[in-house]
C-alpha cells in the first residue's frame, strides 16, 4: 500500500535492490551476533533460552533485557539504517521527492523479516511460529523501516541528513589527506555510514520499540501463568501499534510536498540510475572494482541539485 501511495517517488528497480541488500547484510549480522551470544553464555553463564522453564526471575529478565536489545533489536534496526541511509542525499543538498525514502526503508526491513521468519521456522519446525510472526513481527519490522525512512526523508527536506558535507571536505582536503587509508576513502565515497551522532538520532525510537516489544515477548515465554504470557503478548503487539502511528504521524509531514515523477527523472538523466550495493558497497567496485549504476547527476533546467535515490555530484556544464 505505501508503495502505491508514494509509487512517484520510487523507483521499482531500487525498491528490490533495498531488499536484496538487507537479507545479505544478515550474513556479517549473523557471524558476528551468533559467537558473541556464545561468547557471553561463556564468561556470564547468560543464555537467550536458559529461563523459559524456571518462571520469571531477576537473572531471567536481565537476560531477556539484554538479548532484546542488544542482541536483536539495535543490529537489525542498524542494517535497516545502513541499507536506506545510503539513498539519502547530503546535508547540504535537497531532494526532489524524498518520500521514496519512506518505501526504500519498508523494503529492506521487509525482506529482512521475511528471512528472519523462514529461518525461525526452520529452527523450531512449528509452522504456527511462522504464522504468528508473519502477523505481528514482520508489520513491525516494516513500521521501524518506516519510521527510519520518514526520519530521513524530514532531514531531506529541512537539509539536514547524516552527512557532514564529505563532498565540500573532499574538495578541501590536501593530496596527502585524500590518500589516506581505505576504509576512510570507501566510507566517503559508498556515502552509506552515517555519523554516530546522526545515527542515534534515527535509530532511538525504532531501537526502543523493536527492543520492548521482544523483551516483553521474551519475559513472556518466561511466565508459567498462561495470563501472564498473554497479557505481555498484548503489550508487545501494542509496541507495534505504537510504531504505526508514530510511522504515520511523520509521513503526514511529507504530504504537502509537491510530488514528483522520479522515474521520468531517471529515464531523462537527472536522477541517477538505481544501484545494487551488496555489504555496504564493498562488493560493487568502491575499493578499486567496476561500479553498479550510475552516481553522476546532471543538473536540472533550473540549476537545481535535485536527486533522491545514490549521492550526487556536480557536472560543470559544457
Known sequence: FPYWVYRPATVPRQVFFSGQEAVLLMLPLLGIGIPAQRLLKFATGIASDKYTDEGISGEGVLAAFIFAFFFASLPEELLKLLVVSRLAPPSRLRGVDPRGLIVYGMAGAAAFATIENILYVMLSQKLGVGILRAVVSIPGHINTGAIMGAKLALDAVRA????????????????????????????????????????????????????????????????????????????????????????????????????????????????????????LGLCGGWCGGRRNGVTEVALAPNNDQSVVVGRPVEVSAR
Open 160 to 279: 539536514r541528513g547524516p552527512w557532514k558535507d564529505w563532498d565540500e571536505d573532499e574538495e578541501e582536503a590536501p593530496a596527502s589527506d585524500k590518500a589516506s587509508s581505505c576504509s576512510s576513502r570507501c566510507a566517503k565515497r559508498m556515502g552509506c555510514l552515517p555519523t554516530c551522532g546522526y545515527s542515534f538520532r534515527v535509530l532511538f525510537i525504532p531501537v526502543c520499540l523493536h527492543g520492548c516489544f521482544n523483551f516483553f515477548l521474551f519475559v513472556g515465554t518466561q511466565a508459567k501463568e498462561s495470563r501472564v504470557t498473554l497479557l505481555l503478548m498484548v503489550v508487545s503487539v501494542f509496541m507495534v501499534i505504537i510504531g504505526l502511528l508514530y510511522a504515520r504521524y511523520l509521513a503526514k509531514f511529507l504530504s504537502l510536498l509537491p510530488q514528483e515523477d522520479m522515474q521520468m527523472l531517471v529515464s531523462t538523466g537527472v536522477a541517477p540510475l538505481p544501484e545494487f550495493r551488496p555489504f
